[in-house]
């Protein structure tokens, strides 16, 4: 295989290179991307748009995160709540966090010191699910799930994966949840559309694989 020329900073092929179409999005919600091996090369990967986007939003690249001292000492530090976008049996609606910045959902105080990380899986559905699987870490955070009728609103979309979310997207419905306001992410799925239709424009017709997340 060839070496392609990589852009430095969005990590794509130069000439597929997302730099431009990235806006900075001024949010104070953070968010923890822990994606799977497999998708750091994926070319069609959309975790970079997050993270190049928002201000506050690391990705951690691994499988089972039990030991990752990095996520660890995140979500053993007591001015932050961590939550698990996950739609576990037991997991709560993004909506039901809207607009309570500082609700500890333990003890349904309010606390001014707590900051909220949200983590989300990169990875296909079956990969995701492995990472839950083998993440003791996670399986014990309250789990967060996005709302199933605004999510097939985009998944009838051509942009979007079979069986779900890409990664943006979903970044995008639980940030405009949380903060509700939809206006103000949008330039992350301005900044999704625009990869995927370059990525659409060069290949033969047919032959695009819904391959991204
Ligand atoms: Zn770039």
């Known amino acids: 295989m060839s070496k392609r020329k990589k852009c430095t900073v969005c990590d794509k092929a130069l000439a597929a290179c997302i730099c ?14 822990l994606q799977h091996p497999s998708e750091v090369k994926n070319a069609i990967g959309t975790a970079r748009i997050l993270n190049l986007s928002l201000p506050q939003c690391q ?12 996520l660890n000492d995140r979500l053993n530090d007591p001015t932050k709540q961590c939550f698990l976008l996950y739609p576990s049996e037991d997991s709560i609606a993004a909506e039901t966090l809207a607009g309570n910045e500082n609700l ?5 105080a309010l606390d001014t010191h707590i900051n ?18 083998s993440s003791v870490n996670l399986q014990s955070i309250p789990a967060v799930r996005l ?31 949380l903060d509700q306001d939809k206006h103000k992410y949008q ?4 900044a999704f559309e625009y990869m995927i239709n370059f990525q659409i424009a060069q ?4 032959l695009f694989n819904k391959n991204y997340k």
């Open 59 to 70: 990705i951690i690249i691994g499988e089972d995160f039990t030991g990752n001292a990095q």
């Open 104 to 108: 500890d959902v333990d003890n349904g």
């Open 187 to 190: 330039p992350l799925l301005t």
């Open 147 to 177: 709302n199933a009728q605004q999510q097939s609103q985009y998944t009838i979309r051509q942009t979007s994966i079979e069986g779900g979310l890409s990664t943006v997207e979903a970044g995008f419905l639980l940030l405009s949840t």
């Open 20 to 33: 431009q179409h990235i806006t900075k999005i001024d949010s104070a919600i953070e968010l923890i991307i």
């Open 116 to 133: 909220r990380t949200f983590i989300l899986l990169d990875g296909t559905w079956r990969k995701a699910f492995k990472m839950y699987q």
């Open 203 to 206: 290949m033969p017709e047919g």
